[in-house]
């Protein structure tokens, strides 16, 4: 039976005000409170309470006939917890229905699983235990930062006790090969789920460039793609929870194709599954999947070089690997949680100069001028940061 998995993935980063170089060693507040509030309550008024409760209609009209996972990130979590606690309460409202999953992540949304993968690993099961203490559950299924992955990243899962792992259904890996196949990893009980990016990417970045998109199109390209495939193919579809409102503005119609898009999914012979579900443990058939280098969602290319295309993000990634040692071990929790939220990766992505294949949300949340002025901002931050470090 083909199934269709749901994802929408909830993230902000702490936003980092104008720090200049006199205040290195004598201030040590780095994040823009202002910024940070204001953009919450953008997304929440345009965004996140209008469609979550969209979800809650759709899940009362289909009831277990329809799932849907989300991917929340710590530092989100934290956010609507100090600016905006009754969106948080709103979300655990949700997340509470039984045919809704949360799943695991990288709780700062980082790039420790390229780094060092001692503290990703920490910062993944720091996630698992924050979510379960909020929400109280977290699904077997890990969906790092970006999707983030590798042969590696899926070992150091499996090592962790996962079941499964969301990937990029990157073309450079698979070839002639569908994304709508459950893969194995080559050397671990680990089932790879892999992200449709095409029909993923026809909603949350191209839905309102020729006309908006409609449910009924869109269901049945997605049949159409699975036309040759065996009966159990699996479909995920991955997104920015935000695309629903802000990315993509209600006027396009955006809640009015998910409003539709369960029952024209349904009426293409899918069946609603949550990422869970469609892991498939012990089934010896099926196929293997081996990723020697990294992919992830971004760009164009779906690789790791929206992390360092240029010398400013090389450089910012070589101080990030030089500290992880130090932080294995530090003690205080005031270092590690502005380590969390200073290896944010739109931190690099602010430095990317790949202005005409960036993702538009990263064009749309850059608070600077240039890539440089991103670097200068976050370096003098860094070097207070650094000094901290070594003075414990």
Known sequence: MDTFSLVFKVHHLFYLRPYRFFDIGQRHDYYDDYRNKYILKRFSERSYVKANRLMHR????????????????????????????ALLEDFKGLIARPNVEILAGDDSCSALAVLDKTLWKSQVERHRSRMKDVFGKCGDVLAGTELLYDDQIGKAAAEMGYKGILAEGAKTVLGWKSPHVVYKHPDCDLDLILRDGVLSESVSVHFSEKGPLSARDFARSAALDNALLPDDSHVTFYCNYATLGEYQEESTGIFDFFEQLPE???????????????????????????????????????????????????????????????????????IQKDFRFLTSVEHLAFMSTKYFTQKPSIRYLNPYDSPYDAYIDYMNIWSDFSQRLQGL
């Not at 289909?62 to 100090?82: C, E, H, I, N, P």
């Not at 949550?274 to 990294?294: A, I, N, Q």
């Open 58 to 85: 759709l899940c009362d009209r289909y009831g277990d006939k329809f799932k849907l996972s989300f991917v929340m990130s710590g530092t989100a979590v934290d956010q609507m917890r100090w600016y905006a606690p």
């Open 264 to 334: 024209e999914i349904l009426a293409n012979g899918f069946v609603f599954a949550s990422l869970s579900e469609s892991c498939r443990p012990g089934k010896k058939e099926t196929p293997v999947l081996h990723m020697p280098f990294t992919t992830s969602v971004m760009d164009e290319e779906k690789d790791i070089t929206f992390l360092y295309a240029n010398e400013l993000q090389r450089d910012v990634m070589a101080n990030w690997k030089k500290v992880c040692p130090s932080l294995r071990s530090c003690p205080e929790e005031e």
